[in-house]
């Protein structure tokens, strides 16, 4: 019986497979699409868990050495295996997809055990271009064929405060906001009624104190200008980072009074974006130096394999800016949406997490 792995587990096998047939990536452009510069694949080293694996692309060959000696296998079929791989994520309604026939008797052949490679450092293959001997590129796989992982996803850690004052609520009160039943606005509804009682929520800190120093690395007053985004993505249902980058211009949280600088709060916003694809995570302290993720190969919905590189700063900030959208994390697991009372003041906490938008 063929074996069943996740539309995401396949989709990093497919651009693995996909980038050693044509030996080459296209890099993609801000808007998502193709863009006209190719850089030559030269080899690709991929961990499992016996070890360090290096595929060299050959002319008609891939040369795979590991640990335990050297092989050669035919180029043509990687792209074959490929194809089926993207055929079957393609066709599948459910997230669940089987293994195309002939894909895993060649899985066996090549050595491939682990459809998610195994690695410390948060990279799912490294990549040489131009020249085998090149320094080594880190790379994260995001596919729009399946489930992707958020660039933030902090759970609790990413939670941000808002200080509940105007009106000193009774408990009762407060247990009939945090009562409301459960929808897809009850985060917008609990606050609405919060406001409707005459109290008001403003920016108070950032929950965890990592995650606030990291912020902090961006700029002084970002945390709240994060929070305000969170804050607008739930009472006004837009999600896009660069549509909400728009409104809080217009609101100017930080009262910028020089038109000169008016573009701060994008400036701001692609830096943090970055910051998240190289390295920072909410509950590490973050020291503005990049991991060794250096790009995203995305996946785009007809199975191109589009390459963003930090080398091409400029473009993969553009694409992180108008490619991304604030997410809803759970309510119980990341323990937000409520009033929670500390020290004697009230605090009503958002969670900021970040993903990148499916089409």
């Not at 030996?23 to 006209?36: F, M, R, S, Y």
């Not at 692309?57 to 990687?78: A, C, H, L, Q, V």
């Not at 089987?98 to 066996?108: I, K, Q, T, W």
């Not at 958020?150 to 009562?179: C, H, M, W, Y």
Request: net charge negative.
């Amino acid at each position: 019986m063929a074996f069943e792995a996740t539309k995401k587990e396949w989709c990093e096998l497919y651009s693995f497979f996909r980038l050693l047939a044509d030996g080459k990536v296209v890099l993609g452009t801000a808007e998502a699409k193709a863009g006209d510069t190719f850089w030559p694949v030269a080899m690709i080293q991929r961990e499992e868990h016996d070890g360090t694996r290096q595929y060299y692309i050959e002319e008609d060959t891939i040369r795979i050495e590991g640990e335990n000696g050297s092989k050669s296998m035919p180029r043509e079929d990687f792209g074959i295996v490929a194809d089926l791989i993207l055929q079957a994520v393609k066709s599948s309604p459910e997230n669940d997809v089987a293994s195309p026939e002939g894909v895993e008797e060649f899985l066996d052949e090549a050595a491939i055990f682990d459809l998610e490679a195994k690695t410390e450092d948060r990279t799912d293959f490294s990549i040489t271009f131009w020249h085998p001997k090149a320094p080594l590129r880190g790379f994260n796989v995001r596919s729009r064929l399946g489930v992707m992982n958020p660039l933030l996803d902090g759970g609790r850690a990413a939670n941000l405060k808002l200080e509940q004052s105007g009106v000193k609520f009774a408990t009762p009160t407060v247990n009939k906001i945090n009562a409301l039943p459960e929808s897809p606005n009850e985060v917008a509804e609990r606050m609405m009624m919060i406001e409707r009682l005459g109290g008001v929520l403003k920016y108070a800190d950032v929950a965890d104190r990592v995650f606030r120093s990291n912020l902090l690395m961006i700029d002084l007053h970002f945390p709240r200008v994060l929070t305000e985004m969170v804050r607008i993505m739930h009472l006004d249902g837009i999600s896009r980072i660069s549509e909400l980058t728009e409104v809080i211009k217009q609101m100017n949280p930080l009262k910028i009074k020089d038109e000169l600088i008016n573009k701060l709060y994008e400036f701001k916003m692609k830096q943090f974006l970055m910051a998240l694809v190289l390295g920072m995570r909410p509950a590490k302290i973050y020291n503005g130096l990049d991991s060794a993720v250096e790009g995203i190969l995305l996946v785009d919905g007809n199975g191109e394999v589009l390459c963003y590189h930090k080398s091409e700063k400029q473009i993969m900030e553009d694409f992180l800016f108008l490619n991304t959208r604030l997410e809803k994390g759970s309510l119980e697991k990341d323990k937000y949406g409520f009033l929670e009372r500390e020290n004697g003041v009230y605090y009503f906490k958002l969670n900021a997490k970040i993903g990148l938008v499916k089409r």
